[in-house]
C-alpha cells in the first residue's frame, strides 16, 4: 500500500496537469501557434510541468497575433514583428518540444508493455533482463525517437523549406542529442524513485496503472527537462536546431 498523503498527491498533481493541458488545448485553437507543431507540444507538456509550463505558455507562448478576415497580409506582418524571447526561453522551448514526443512516447510504451507483456519480453525481459523496467525503457526509446523525429520534422521543414529526406535528416541530427539526454534524466528519476525513494516510504513499486507511478513520471519528465537543457542550448547555439 502506498502512504495515504503520497496517493493524494499524486491525484492532486495528475488532475493539475491534465486541467492545465485542457485549458491549453482549448486557447491554443482560439489562438494557433505560428509553428503548427507547438499547438501540441504546450498542452503535452502541460501534463507533467502544470501549473510551470501554464506560466511559459501564457508568459512567452501564447500566440498574441490578431485574427483576421481578410488576405493574410496583416497577420503576415503581425507575424514578422513578433517579439522574440529571451535565448534562454527559447532554449526552454526547444526542450519541450524534445520532451513533448518524449511524453506520448512513453504514454503509449508503458500502457503497451503493461497491458500486453509479451512486447516486454520482445525487448529482452526474461533473457537480456531480469527486470522488466529496463526493456520497458527500450521500447520507451523507440517510442519516444519516432515520436520526437516527427515533430522535429514538422517544426524543421517549414522553417527551412526543406525537402521530406533532407527534412527527415535535419530532424535526426537536430532532435537526436536531445532526446537521449531527456531520456537519461527521466530513467534516472524513475529508476532512483521505483528503487530507492519508494521502498524507503515503505511503499511498493508503482505499477503503470497507479497514480503513483505516473506522479513519479511527472517528476522523471521535468528531470529529463533539465538533463536536455544544456544539450538543446548547445544545438541552438550552433544552428543545429531552429530557435522557438
Known amino acids: 500500500m502506498f502512504p495515504g498523503w503520497l496517493h493524494g498527491l499524486s491525484i492532486t498533481a495528475l488532475l493539475l496537469g491534465a486541467v492545465w493541458a485542457l485549458v491549453i488545448s482549448i486557447d491554443v485553437v482560439r489562438h494557433p501557434q505560428p509553428m503548427g507543431i507547438m499547438n501540441v507540444v504546450w498542452p503535452v507538456c ?9 506560466w511559459a505558455y501564457l508568459r512567452y507562448g501564447r500566440s498574441v497575433i490578431p485574427e483576421v478576415h481578410h488576405a493574410g497580409r496583416d497577420r503576415d506582418a503581425a507575424t514578422a514583428h513578433r517579439t522574440e524571447p529571451p535565448f534562454p526561453v527559447m ?14 512516447g512513453d504514454i503509449a510504451a508503458e500502457w503497451l508493455a503493461f497491458l500486453i507483456p509479451a512486447v516486454a519480453v520482445w525487448f529482452g525481459w526474461q533473457t537480456v533482463f ?3 523496467m529496463y526493456a520497458v525503457w527500450i521500447l520507451d526509446f ?35 542529442a536531445s532526446l537521449i539526454a531527456w531520456q537519461i534524466g527521466m530513467y534516472g528519476f524513475m529508476a532512483l524513485a521505483q528503487f530507492v525513494l519508494l521502498p524507503a516510504l515503505g511503499a511498493p513499486r508503482a505499477a503503470v496503472n497507479t497514480p503513483e507511478f505516473w506522479f513519479v513520471m ?11 537543457y544544456p544539450v538543446n542550448w548547445w544545438l541552438i547555439t550552433t544552428g543545429r536546431k531552429e530557435r522557438m
Open 46 to 54: 502541460a501534463l507533467f510541468g502544470t501549473i510551470a509550463v501554464a
Open 91 to 104: 532554449v526552454g522551448k526547444g526542450a519541450l518540444h524534445c520532451g513533448s514526443g518524449c511524453m506520448l
Open 130 to 132: 531480469a527486470e522488466k
Open 142 to 176: 523507440v517510442f519516444a525517437f519516432g515520436l520526437g523525429i516527427v515533430f522535429q520534422y514538422f517544426a524543421i521543414v517549414p522553417m527551412r523549406n526543406l525537402s521530406p529526406v533532407e527534412g527527415l535528416v535535419a530532424a535526426v541530427k537536430a532532435d537526436t
Open 218 to 228: 511527472q517528476i522523471a519528465m521535468v528531470s529529463g527537462f533539465l538533463t536536455s
